[in-house]
């Protein structure tokens, strides 16, 4: 049953507790959606939250099919429908090149960020086909390593990639239903992920070197994906790239 003060548009974000999708589900609050924020640590999203009346707390592991499927079932019960979700949940995954990376890294890589997406997406669609003629939109978060990998790096490179191969199966499977799925390919956000892919103050180049590179206030990526969640039903953005001005991108490798 919706709620007395009904928001005009509810949004589930997943790894909503930290970095891209805190701030993207901070963004929503603040445009005035209800956002179900998703997460495995209830701490981060308490903090992400901070006791706004619209936000929904649903601690949830992408990789569990029955967490997944009761998160959705925790937002139908509490706001009566899904009009966005913001497939963001995701690892770095180890470093490494195809040779030295461990079968259990590379699995773990792959099942949180492939069949994790994969999951929430399945949900998602489920529940949107069921409040037909309604529709809804994914938004999937890839990364630049779904163009152009860093060193070392193949096990998040491969599961990006693999990203895109999800949004673009689902906006072509979802198009009879009104649901539409497009990609935010995002570089050098300024968040704890990027610092955990550094090294000694800097990040690896394709001839081995470290360098400093460019980096952007997070808050402007939230900001796109918000405009891409509140555009009409019959618009869709397929994929954008959003980098810091004059980071390493044209012309890696």
């Known amino acids: 049953m919706l709620p007395t003060s ?15 999708g805190r701030a993207v589900a901070r963004a929503f609050l603040d445009d005035g959606w209800a ?7 209830s701490g981060t999203l308490e903090e992400a939250a901070g006791r706004h009346p619209l ?3 649903v601690v949830t592991d992408v990789t569990d099919p029955d967490g997944v499927d009761a998160l959705f079932a925790a937002t139908a019960l509490r706001f009566g429908r899904v009009d966005v979700v913001f497939n963001n949940a995701g690892v770095p995954g180890p470093q490494g090149a195809v040779d030295e990376v ?3 890294a590379w699995q773990q890589t792959l099942d949180i960020n492939v069949t994790g997406a994969m ?8 529940t949107m086909k069921a409040q037909q003629p309604q529709g809804g939109r994914i938004i999937n978060n890839g990364s630049i390593a779904a163009h152009r990998p860093r060193p070392r790096t193949v096990a998040y490179a491969v599961s990006k990639h693999a990203v895109t191969g999800l949004t673009r199966a689902i906006a072509l ?11 935010i390919d995002i570089g050098n956000a300024a968040t704890a992920l990027l610092s955990d892919l550094g090294h000694g103050g800097g990040h690896v180049q394709p001839d081995g070197s470290l360098k400093v590179e460019p980096t952007f206030d997070v808050a402007e990526a939230a900001r796109t994906v918000v405009f891409m969640a509140s555009l009409p039903p019959d618009v869709a ?4 790239t959003l980098t810091a001005a004059g980071m390493p991108y044209d012309g890696r490798g």
């Open 6 to 20: 009904d928001p005009a548009k509810v949004a589930v974000v997943t790894g909503a507790g930290t970095g891209i």
């Open 173 to 183: 499977d979802g198009r009879p239903y009104g649901i539409t799925c497009g990609q």
């Open 119 to 126: 999951l929430v997406a399945g949900a998602a669609v489920r």
């Open 237 to 240: 953005i397929g994929d954008v």
């Open 55 to 57: 936000a929904h707390l």
């Open 35 to 41: 956002v179900v924020l998703a997460g495995r640590t």
């Open 102 to 104: 461990a079968l259990d």
